[in-house]
Each structure stands twice: as C-alpha cells, then as structure tokens.
C-alpha cells in the first residue's frame, strides 16, 4: 500500500474519517511546536513525532512505529493528553494499514478515553471520535458495540447543536443500516423513518453554516446513499410512491452540491425510472376500463 508524506492512504470511510483526526493531531502538534510563546512545548514529543511521518515517507513502518510508540510513551510521562490523543490516533491509522485491526480498537478506544476526559463529552471533535470508532466496528461486524458509539455520538450532537440538527438524523440512520444488517428490519424501518426528518437538503445547509463545505458535501452525499437504501427497501415492500419521493429528495440532494445531472446520482436516477414505471404500471391497472 502507498504512503504520502503526511498520512496511509487508504480508501475506506474508516480511515478517512481516522485520517482526519490524525491529521488534527498533527496540526495541534505543529501548533504547540511552533508556538515560540509556549514555554511547555515538547521538543521530544515533537521530534519523535515529526520522525514517524517522515520514516512513513520512505515507505518505513517500522521506524514509524517506534517513533509513535516512543511519543506515546513521552505524552505518558509528561501527562499531556492533548500530545497523547494525536499519539495514539496517528498510531491507529499505522495499524490499519497494517490490518491490525484488534489493536486499532484498543488504540481508537484509549483515544476515547483520554478524550472524553480532556474535551469531556459536550465536543464534535469528541463525537467524530465515536463516529469514527463506530465505523471500525462497524467493518468487525461488531454492530451492538458500533449501534452503542453511535447512540452516543448522536447524544453528544444534540446536546451541542440541538435536537433538530441534521447530524443527529445521520446517526439515526447509521443505525437504522446497522439493524438492516443485523436482519431486524422492523427496527431499521422505524430509524430510517426518523431519520427522514432531519435530511432536507435546505434544513442540512442552513445548520451547517459553521461548518467547512467539503465537510458539508460528505455529510450530504452520505445522507443521500442512506436514502437511497431506504427508498429500495421501500420500493421491495410495495411502497412505490414512498420510495420515489425518498430518490426524488436523494437526487435533489446530490444535484445542489453537484450540479443537475450529476454521476454521482446516476444509480438513483437507475432507481427513480424502475420505480416510476412501477407507479404508472399501478395506476394504468387502477383506471377504469
């Protein structure tokens, strides 16, 4: 597997998601590093750290190891949870790409941990922290332990932005996908159905004001590939015409961020003709003769 000069490149959301949390890490380390003012920057932490990232620019792992280890350990001694956190969640990623998965949870959960205890439990940084957990264990096919991390990453959401924040609708809907696989279809329908509520495209643009737009798009293409996963359910139950208002608000979603016509939607577009015509097949039968 390839490596650049910052991070593991890897293609699945989980590592997405860890990348960006190390990369936040990273950036608070060169925060501290570069902060002339701050008399209690580490200079050991700060070059074993800066080591690991460039022994992963020669392809060398296991020299990155030691480095993330040795920072660790330094974080531990100095009691600095902040160093500690972007050790360990830079580490993490290292093990991914590695496939050790067993010790990533260990690694994302002790994250969690020292976390929850430096920014307590009323943070989004916090919150992507369980989002990012969850999806891990999500891929072990552990799901009561993933529906758990989401439960609470939707909780802290809404005590920071609200019961009406469209986050907490994608949490909802996370663990709607998680009963479906879980074969409990009755429970995914009614989260899938709450859910619902909070995807309008306008309500999503309007609460994420604050937040940065590339973030924004993931979060609205995510949303949208949910629906479409309800919008099939719905369309194998015989609810045809719920299921084409779903696309219809999926497609809808996708083309103010891409553009009318989008390839992104292309399958929902796949999805909306088959349903369409189910509807009208419905109707012609209906009509009297």
Not at 265 to 286: H, I, P, T
Request: charged share 30%; aromatic share 8%.
């Amino acid at each position: 597997m390839r490596q650049s000069a910052q991070v593991i490149r890897n293609d699945s959301k989980f590592a997405s998601g860890l990348t960006c949390l190390c990369l936040l890490g990273v950036l608070l380390w060169a925060g501290c590093a570069s902060d002339a003012s701050k008399k209690t920057a580490d200079k050991v932490w700060n070059n074993a750290m800066q080591s690991a990232q460039e022994a992963l620019t020669r392809s060398d792992r296991e020299e990155a190891e030691r480095f993330f280890l040795a920072a660790i350990h330094r974080a531990e001694q100095t009691g600095d949870n902040q160093h500690l956190s972007a050790s360990l969640g830079s580490f993490a990623l290292l093990r991914y790409s590695q496939g050790k998965y067993p010790e990533v949870e260990q690694l994302c959960s002790r994250q969690i941990a020292v976390d929850e205890k430096r920014l307590g439990t009323n943070s989004m940084v916090f919150a992507d922290e369980l989002v990012r957990f969850a999806e891990l264990e999500e891929m072990l096919k552990k799901y009561e332990r993933a529906e758990e991390l989401y439960r609470r990453a939707q909780e802290v959401t809404v005590a920071k932005r609200g019961s009406s924040s469209p986050l907490a609708g994608v949490y909802l809907a996370k663990r709607a996908h998680l009963y479906m696989l879980q074969g409990r279809k009755k429970e995914a329908q009614i989260f899938y159905g709450r859910s619902l509520n909070f995807l309008d495209d306008a309500q999503f643009n309007l609460s994420f004001e604050d937040d940065i737009l590339s973030k924004r798009r993931h979060l609205i293409e995510e949303i949208a590939k949910i629906q479409n996963e309800y919008a099939l359910i719905c369309e194998q139950e015989g609810r045809i015409e719920q299921a084409e208002d779903i696309l219809n608000r999926a497609i809808a979603s996708l083309e103010a961020i891409h553009g009318q016509g989008c390839p992104q939607a292309a399958s929902m577009f796949e999805s909306l003709a088959r349903v369409q015509k189910q509807r009208e097949s419905k109707e012609n039968e209906a009509a009297p003769k």
